[in-house]
């Protein structure tokens, strides 16, 4: 290996987990892989493997994160959207629904006014 040479050197044979590399490799033929001048590869270390996973774990967390809290503000806004619209038609129909008590009110006191007039004139009496 060149002393400038950012490959680490590895011997030309099958290796297992046992020889340093990670628990959870599987054995590989350094001879098979396209690397660095006279059959080296770089290999990482169980240091760089746990760091890689714990960076990953990270930027999955911190996306769902983002995600969810960008998710809660637009339902929160779209529930205040609807929140005014019924409002808003509630209020049309409760305005609607007290004019046509209205008009049945007044024709109520029109009936009744109606009514004293019958009285009056069937029975000959005055109610006033």
Request: aromatic share 6%; proline share 2%.
């Amino acid at each position: 290996m060149s002393v400038g040479s950012s490959c680490t050197s590895v011997p030309s044979r099958e290796f297992s987990p046992h020889d340093g590399m990670a628990a959870y490799s599987r054995p590989i033929r350094v001879s098979s892989l396209e690397g660095c001048e006279d059959d080296t590869v770089h290999l990482m270390n169980d240091a760089q493997i746990w760091t890689m996973i714990g960076s990953f774990i990270a930027l999955m967390l911190s996306m769902m994160t983002v995600v969810s809290t960008l998710f809660i503000r637009v339902v929160r806004t779209e529930i205040g959207g609807l929140r005014n619209e019924m409002n808003a038609q509630i209020g049309g129909l409760r305005g609607e629904m007290n004019a046509r008590f209205d008009t049945v009110n007044t024709r109520i006191d029109g009936l009744d006014r109606d009514m004293q007039a019958v009285v009056k004139r069937t029975f000959g009496l005055d109610r006033d």
